[in-house]
């Protein structure tokens, strides 16, 4: 009986180790998912640090040269200077 013993215990751990590998806190799904999600992260990082360095570049250029603030007048507030023709075009 004891010969018979062993070999079921040591299917038993076989199938707990095999249920921790597919159904645990570390399993292969949700390690997956967590990559999926660690992906998605590093992507809308990249994206914020793009908007960050044109930002840092923007006030760079604000604190740096009138040549910006005057580009951002005329586009944003309609700046037009004395002695200059504002001509507005509108396509169909």
């Known amino acids: 009986?004891?010969?018979?013993?062993?070999?079921?215990?040591?299917?038993?751990?076989?199938?707990?180790?095999?249920?921790?590998?597919?159904?645990?806190?570390?399993?292969?799904?949700?390690?997956?998912?967590?990559?999926?999600?660690?992906?998605?992260?590093i992507a809308a990082n990249d994206l914020a640090r793009q908007a960050n360095e044109r930002l840092n570049s923007e006030v760079h250029d604000l604190k740096e040269g009138l040549d910006m603030v005057e580009e951002k007048a005329r586009s944003e507030l309609g700046m037009v200077k004395p002695n200059e023709v504002y001509v507005h075009y509108m396509p169909r």
């Open 1 to 41: 009986m004891g010969f018979r013993l062993v070999p079921v215990v040591l299917l038993a751990l076989l199938a707990v180790l095999h249920a921790q590998l597919w159904l645990g806190r570390g399993s292969i799904p949700r390690v997956q998912e967590m990559q999926r999600q660690l992906d998605e992260q």
